[in-house]
T-cell receptor
Framework: GAVVSQHPSWVICKSGTSVKIECRSL??????MFWYRQFPKQSLMLMAT?????????EQGVEKDKFLINHASLTLSTLTVTSAHPEDSSFYIC????????????FGSGTRLTVV | AQKVTQAQTEISVVEKEDVTLDCVYE???????LFWYKQPPSGELVFLIR??????QNEISGRYSWNFQKSTSSFNFTITASQVVDSAVYFC?????????????FGQGTTLQVKP
């Protein structure tokens, strides 16, 4: 239970284009989702927290206009990297918090973005 | 503010050796959760353990064991009789569920290399 599906697994795009990454909770309602970015050999850095039906909360230093997050339903959150540049190349992972018999976080499998 | 420190960047051991990964955390909350995750080269995060702040019992699961000490704000992870398949990056993480977002913050990660 508490499965999150993230797509695509990898994407290559041209500089200046936009890329959308989807994160779906398959068997539970995710009122809160988190988006992380991970550069090679580094930790997962929280980019933003999205709550269903409201604006995302961005961490300090993360450009809101560049990384658009939409959480329009209880099962879907999307991250759009707008006008991507090579420095945006990274591994992006979504996560959802769940409350069932216990409390925890479930993670998508990640999206490897390469901007050429 | 919540913070997690994993001072060991890389550890290399020979198979069958025991290895301990250190984790020190900072939080102002009395209620919090600590986690350990494993990240193999594929990138997916594998959940290993969750511990809440009111449960200081140490835990053992097969070759894995965890030592939680509130007095020193540490949550260390030991692998007994390490195997090559244990090679991965290991992250310690902290969440404060009572905060507005309940976000999960990761330490810097420790890369474990187990040599045959």
């Amino acid at each position: 239970g508490a499965v999150v599906s993230q797509h695509p697994s990898w994407v290559i795009c041209k500089s200046g284009t936009s890329v959308k990454i989807e994160c779906r909770s398959l068997d539970f309602q995710a009122t809160t989702m988190f988006w992380y970015r991970q550069f090679p050999k580094q930790s997962l850095m929280l980019m933003a927290t999205s709550n269903e039906g409201s604006k995302a909360t961005y961490e300090q230093g993360v450009e809101k206009d560049k990384f658009l997050i939409n959480h329009a339903s209880l099962t879907l959150s999307t991250l759009t990297v707008t006008s991507a540049h090579p420095e945006d190349s990274s591994f992006y992972i979504c996560s959802a918090r769940y409350y069932r018999m216990d409390y925890g976080y479930t993670f998508g499998s990640g999206t490897r973005l390469t901007v050429v | 503010a919540q913070k997690v420190t994993q001072a060991q960047t890389e550890i290399s051991v020979v198979e069958k050796e025991d290895v301990t990964l250190d984790c020190v955390y900072e939080t102002r909350d009395t209620t919090y959760y600590l986690f350990w995750y494993k990240q193999p080269p594929s990138g997916e995060l594998v959940f290993l353990i969750r511990r809440n702040s009111f449960d200081e019992q140490n835990e053992i699961s097969g070759r894995y064991s965890w030592n939680f000490q509130k007095s020193t704000s540490s949550f260390n992870f030991t692998i007994t009789a390490s195997q090559v398949v244990d090679s991965a990056v290991y992250f310690c993480a902290l969440s404060e569920p009572s905060s507005n977002t309940g976000k999960l913050i990761f330490g810097q990660g420790t890369t474990l290399q187990v040599k045959p």
